[in-house]
């Protein structure tokens, strides 16, 4: 197994929407459907010999949060990149976000090239 | 969006406007009143929590996937920003079923209303089967409006057809100057911070 990009998003639609965007960057792509989620299969996959090359996140979600997540991936993980794809514009819940460890934020709608090219900025 | 008592039930009354939406998990009621466009009630079986969007999708017809097309991109964010706004009071979107409401035909309006109706239900349609969002009860289609009532402690919504469109001369204007902006901004896009 080699590099992965993890999708976390509670919407199946949003998640295959990534992926079907990323297509083009030719980096395998795995889902998740919520923080937990994607910390057990982040676990999995690291576990197997592959390498988590960014995380994609949404912020409101059940069981575990995007910001949540972060602040646990963080324990394990200091370097790999996580980008935030959520709804959530306020200046405070970015902030959080920041000093949880994100990486960068992208506010809903994207457009699947603009999407293309901050991946490309973080997975070489 | 307005907030008010309601006279006839001592509760309070949130109306929503085309473009807005709200969800809570308290004794209140939610209203709208729809044309053209779709209101969308969202009801979490499991933690009695509410909400309503009223939206359009600025579509020309949903001719690709709903993953990857253009015009479903507003809708699904219209919906997100609903989702998402009941995730944080609790919700889980597998807990939800859906009401919808509206995509009239309106004969006061241009033809161009059918075509807008008939792809707001093929986006609505489509959505709710890639979210396995189960879709209990809806009042599409027709002539008129409609007034909504919806209660969110137990998702049931009292609807009125305005069949000679009383009352509405306020929401058709806003409902209009709405879709045409969505039409206008529907290619817009949200903003990229990247930290250091």
Redesign the interface.
Known sequence: MGKVIMVIDDSPTIRVSVEIALKSTGVEVKQAENGQDALDKIKEITDAGGEIALCISDINMPVMNGIDFIKEFRKVDKFTPVVVLTTEAEKETIQKGKEAGASGWIIKPFQAEDLVNVVKRFVK | MLKSGNNETGKTAFLIYPGEYFATRGDVFISTIVGSCLAVCLFDVSEHIGGMVNFVVPGGKVTRD???SEIS??G??NM??L???M??L?????HMVSKIFGAAFLSDESTSTHKLAEDNLEFVSK?FH???IRLVNSDLGGEFRRKLYFSPLDGKVWRKKLINNEEVSEFAILEEEYVRKEFRERD????????D
């Open positions: 709903i993953h990857e991109r507003i699904v964010l997100e920003y989702i998402g706004e995730v944080k609790g919700s889980n979107r597998k959505y890639a979210e396995k817009r896009k949200g903003s990229i911070f990247l930290f």
